[in-house]
């Protein structure tokens, strides 16, 4: 359908070429004028002149032309859509396959063909098991820096804690000899 409606296409547009380039100019330049001018002009048949239906032609192959153009277009763009999704992977495959497993531990589908082999479902089996592992131990070692994270955090709080209730007795210490050498002072100076 498509190679037909390039062949009608092209016929168009040969045809419209073709019609153009049979019309006279418009500029006949002075003997056009005079010697023409007046049968157009002044003559009963204007519409009925060859130049009257070249101009009619054109017009309607033009219109041919840009209709012929914008349906090649549609139905290409239709035609291209189709192939992508003839083309187009589709995930559904497990989906539309019916598939059993056989004696031997293979996958088949309806037709009796290995889909996927005994082997290859254990080892991607165990690479799925390897991959739980590491993320387990790649969680445990974290949840192991958190926790070490943690008891550093406590041990400095409480190290904190401790230097500070040790700056606070030393202070009333140091205020308490600085207020019993001010009370014996005063009293020296009482008697």
């Known amino acids: ?11 168009i547009a040969l045809v419209l070429t073709a019609i153009v380039l049979l019309q006279h100019g418009r500029q006949q330049g002075l003997s056009g004028a005079i010697a023409g001018g007046a049968e157009t002009f002044f003559g009963k048949n204007k519409g009925r002149t060859i130049d ?3 101009r009619k032609f054109t017009a309607v192959f033009a219109i041919l032309f ?14 291209a859509n189709a192939e992508e999704e003839a083309n ?7 989906q539309t396959m019916n598939v059993t497993m056989d004696e031997n531990g293979n996958l088949v589908d309806e037709s009796g063909n290995i889909v996927m082999s ?4 254990q080892a991607q089996q165990d690479a799925a098991s390897e991959e739980g592992t590491e993320a387990e131990g790649a969680a445990d070692a974290a949840e192991g820096t958190v926790d070490e994270a943690a008891n550093a955090a406590e041990g400095a709080v409480d190290e904190a804690a401790d230097a500070a209730e040790g700056a606070v ?17 005063a009293e020296g100076a009482a008697e």
């Open 66 to 79: 840009i209709l012929s153009s914008i349906v090649l277009t549609y139905v290409s763009i239709k035609q």
């Open 88 to 94: 187009a992977p589709t995930d559904d495959t497990s």
């Open 52 to 54: 009257a239906m070249l």
């Open 1 to 11: 359908m498509l190679t037909a409606l390039v062949i009608i296409h092209v016929i």
């Open 169 to 185: 007795d030393e202070a009333a210490n140091a205020a308490e000899g600085a207020a019993d050498a001010a009370a014996g002072a």
């Open 118 to 121: 005994a082997e290859d479902m």
